[in-house]
C-alpha cells in the first residue's frame, strides 16, 4: 500500500525538474529562438547607414536580384539614366562647374573598388556575394567600412555622371544602392556570420556597413 504514495513523491519531485520542451523551467537560449537571435547581437541594426543594420536573409534564402553581379547592377542603371538623358536632355549648367569633383570621386572609386577586389584575390577569398567567404577581410579601407567596393563603386558611377554632365543617373543612383542594402548586403552578412561566427559579429560592432 506504501508503494503508490512512493510513486506519488517521486511524480512530485520530477514534476519540478525542467523537461526538455518546457521553456518555463529554464532560461530562453539562443537555440529556442533561432538565428534571429544570434542576428540581434550584431549591432549593425535598424538603419543602414548605423553599423547595427541586421542582415537578416538567411544564405538559402536568396533574391534573384543577389546573384546579379553589384558592377552590373550599377552599370545597367547607369545606362538606363543615359537613355533618359539621350531623350530628354538634362545637365544643368552647376554640373559643369563640378567636373573636378566628378574626377575625384572617380579616382577615389576606383581605389576603394578594383583596388579592394585585388585584396580579396590576394588574400584568396571570394568576391562573388553569394558565396561562402574563407577569410574575414579587415584591413586597409575595412578598417572603415564594412563594404568599400560598394562604396566605390557608388563613387564611380557618381563621378562619371557628374563628368558626362548628367544629371539623369544621379536620381537613379539610390535604386542600385538601395538594392544592396536590402538584398546583397545582408545576404553576404548572413554568409559571414555562419563562416566567422563571433568574430564577425565584433566586426560589425566596430565597424560600418556603409560609412
Not at 575595412?142 to 566605390?152: E, K
Request: net charge positive; aromatic share 10%.
Amino acid at each position: 500500500m506504501r508503494q503508490p504514495q512512493a510513486d506519488h513523491g517521486q511524480k512530485q519531485q520530477t514534476s519540478g525538474r525542467a523537461q526538455p520542451g518546457d521553456l518555463t523551467q529554464r532560461p530562453i537560449t539562443e537555440a529556442d529562438m533561432g538565428v534571429d537571435a544570434a542576428r540581434l547581437r550584431c549591432p549593425c541594426i535598424f538603419d543602414w547607414s548605423n553599423p547595427m543594420y541586421p542582415a537578416s536573409m538567411p544564405s538559402s534564402r536568396k533574391s534573384p536580384l543577389a546573384v546579379v553581379p553589384p558592377p552590373f547592377l550599377y552599370l545597367a542603371t547607369f545606362l538606363v539614366g543615359m537613355s533618359a538623358h539621350g531623350l530628354w536632355p538634362w545637365g544643368p549648367a552647376w554640373m559643369h562647374s563640378i567636373v573636378a569633383l566628378g574626377r575625384t570621386l572617380l579616382v577615389i572609386g576606383v581605389l576603394l573598388a578594383p583596388g579592394n577586389a585585388l585584396l580579396f584575390l590576394a588574400e584568396r577569398t571570394t568576391i562573388n556575394p553569394a558565396a561562402r567567404p574563407t577569410k574575414l577581410i579587415t584591413q586597409g579601407a575595412y578598417r572603415f567600412s564594412r563594404n568599400p567596393m560598394y562604396v566605390g563603386i557608388s563613387l564611380i558611377y557618381a563621378g562619371a555622371s557628374i563628368i558626362l554632365g548628367s544629371l539623369w543617373p544621379l536620381i537613379l543612383l539610390p535604386i542600385p544602392m538601395l538594392v544592396m542594402n536590402a538584398v546583397v548586403i545582408p545576404m553576404e552578412e548572413a554568409n559571414a556570420r555562419e563562416a566567422f561566427g563571433e568574430q564577425y559579429m565584433a566586426y560589425c560592432r566596430s565597424v560600418r556597413r556603409w560609412l
